[in-house]
């Protein structure tokens, strides 16, 4: 799932013309659609990867400003993550549109 931040409200969204919304929150990444729940996605089971004018980068631990609970205790993307091998191809383009 991508959750990219929207600056004008403060959120983060999916899908923001489809109403979409994501939410880090203390049990996991809440995924609503109208304000119903989606889905929830809980910390010890996902890696989280900014991406930025710069590329992509795994998050070793979630931002505080994005979660400011103990949450962070059980992110753990390593478990998921082989560091001595080089990322897939698909790390360095998954945001590129095809052109």
Do not use: K
Request: charged fraction near 15%; proline fraction near 11%.
């Amino acid at each position: 799932m991508l959750c990219s931040f929207d600056p004008t409200t403060g959120q983060f969204a999916v899908l923001p013309e489809e109403l979409e919304q994501c939410a880090f929150t203390p049990d996991g990444v809440r995924l609503t659609e109208n304000g119903a729940q989606e889905g929830l996605y809980p910390y010890d089971q996902m890696v989280l990867i900014r991406y930025t004018e710069s590329g992509a980068q795994l998050l070793s631990s979630i931002p505080q400003s994005y979660l400011p609970t103990p949450a962070q205790e059980r992110y753990n993307p390593i478990q998921f993550v082989d560091q001595g091998a080089t990322p897939p191809h698909r790390f360095f383009t998954m945001f590129s549109l095809p052109g």
